[in-house]
């Protein structure tokens, strides 16, 4: 099967990285962005080609449940406990597919509660509910701002309700918040119980995207498992919990460890795709499908908070990475992540147009409301959240916490990734959501611009082109004029 194709058949000797490379426009009969299929091939069920990578600082449950409802996955990391895991995998799956879930509050509580619990979520309301949990009223900051922190909510809540039938059609929703001109409401059953909450940009974006569902229509999700310890067991449980797609997961995953945890997932018969990595060769992919992947995820050293390159000189530049091992992967009849190394939509892009079947995403979206950590404020007023990589001392200190002090303190004198880094909230997309509109505007556009109607055609069709630093520097927009 023919993939991407270089601008005048010209190849370099060097390997590439997402800035060394340009996409041309060719003859497309795409009439809409909106009319490209997006679905993955590789049997994961997303509807766009984004998965949230297994970083603790990045994929949690807030962040699985409103990925998985645009379309994408999120792998829960490994150092979780599987209790934890099983817990999240229920609660996901109970998720509504339209509504989002609500922050809730009782009228007793005080301005101090709402106000920890409403950076939770992007919608930044809470919704006040009575003893039978029917709301009674909602409070954004603007309800909060200048009262006493220990003011009873009943006190400040906004009455003024406007209630949306939990089943409505997201267009009916739509149109009713248009005209109330209301940002969100509360959305009750049939007996009049809180059932979620739905913004205007919610129905919106329940029109545009397709969620991500498993056969019994509830919302997917994946989880991961290192290659150390008892790798069936874990598996099996990961498995027993009702995850729907099992990553295996480690730095280097060409290893003989990584092939034998390979095999021993295999052998369970998982009824779900199984992905393994990471690797950036052709050999690396091809062992991996032989010893039973389905998936191999692919980058070694891109990652924002990855400092593998630098600390070894071990890593490849993932355009080139994700090129190869797609092609070796397409001929054994496996697909591959493009796992790392995205900071702009372009990126996401080109990755695809390289031959991946799904892009992870990891630091880019730790600065959002739907990631794990707390949202903190730095000197200057700007919002943000902590990110730190899994090789990291912090990470390394969660995964070995069971372990001897000696073998712990061992093990953090050879940490690779950056500890702690402030990922800021953009203002103008603060939440996960927002992010994802914009990498998936992107990707339908360059779609449309290589004449593909599907994510396999776009693979076919990509005519790319290498451009120097200047010519990088070029496409990008100036904030301020140049004179």
């Not at 900051?141 to 809540?157: H, I």
Request: hydrophobic share 45%; charged share 20%; glycine share 10%.
């Amino acid at each position: 099967m023919q993939h991407v194709r270089f601008l005048n058949d010209t190849q370099p000797a060097y390997d590439l990285t997402y800035d060394d490379v340009f996409m041309v426009p060719s003859r497309s009969a795409v009439g809409s962005r909106q009319g490209v299929d997006l679905t993955s091939p590789d049997g994961t069920g997303t509807t766009i080609p984004l998965v949230v990578a297994n970083m603790t600082a990045v994929a949690g449950r807030r962040m699985a449940e409103t990925v998985a409802r645009r379309g994408g996955l999120v792998v829960i990391p490994q150092d979780i406990p599987i209790e934890v895991v099983a817990e999240v995998t229920a609660w996901v799956k109970k998720r509504h597919l339209v509504l989002d879930t609500p922050i809730v509050l009782a009228p007793t509580q005080t301005v101090a509660d709402a106000l920890a619990l409403l950076p939770k979520r992007a919608h930044n309301a809470g919704v006040v509910v009575d003893e039978e949990h029917r709301p009674v009223g909602v409070v954004t900051d603007s309800d909060l701002t200048g009262v006493d922190r220990f003011t009873q909510l009943s006190e400040v809540m906004s009455r003024d309700l406007l209630l949306l039938d939990a089943a409505i059609d997201p267009r009916a929703a739509f149109n009713r918040l248009d005209a109330a001109n209301r940002r969100y409401a509360p959305a009750v059953d049939a007996e009049g119980r809180l059932a979620g909450i739905l913004t205007r940009k919610g129905a919106l974006r329940a029109t545009l995207y397709t969620p991500a569902t498993d056969d019994s229509g509830r919302l997917r999700i994946a989880a991961a498992l290192g290659i150390n310890g008892d790798v069936t067991g874990k598996a099996k449980q990961l498995l027993d919990a009702g995850i729907d797609t099992l990553v295996v997961d480690t730095a280097h995953g060409h290893q003989e460890s990584m092939l034998g945890a390979v095999r021993a997932v295999r052998a369970l018969g998982p009824s779900v795709p199984v992905a393994a990595g990471n690797v950036v060769s052709a050999e690396g992919v091809r062992d991996l499908i032989e010893a039973g992947a389905d998936i191999v995820k692919v980058g070694v050293g891109p990652g924002a908070m990855c400092t593998t390159r630098m600390m070894t000189g071990v890593g490849r530049p993932q355009f080139s990475a994700v090129l190869e091992c797609a092609a070796e992967a397409r001929r054994l009849g496996g697909h591959v992540w493009a796992d790392g190394g995205v900071r702009h939509p372009r990126d996401v892009a080109m990755a695809l147009a390289a031959g991946a079947s799904n892009v992870m995403i990891g630091s880019w979206f730790a600065g959002t409301y739907e990631s794990p950590g707390d949202l903190q404020q730095s000197a200057d007023g700007r919002l943000y959240k902590e990110s730190f990589g899994m090789a990291s001392a912090r990470a390394v200190r969660s995964r070995t916490s069971e372990e001897s002090a000696y073998d712990r303190a061992r093990k953090g004198l050879f940490e690779e990734g950056i500890s702690t880094s402030r990922m800021f909230l953009d203002p103008a997309r603060p939440g996960v959501e927002d992010l994802m509109d914009s990498v998936i505007a992107g990707v339908r556009s360059s779609c449309t611009y290589a004449g593909a109607g599907s994510l396999g055609e776009f693979a076919e069709r990509a005519v790319v082109g290498i451009q120097s630093a200047a010519g990088y520097a070029e496409g990008q927009p100036l904030h301020a004029s140049w004179t």
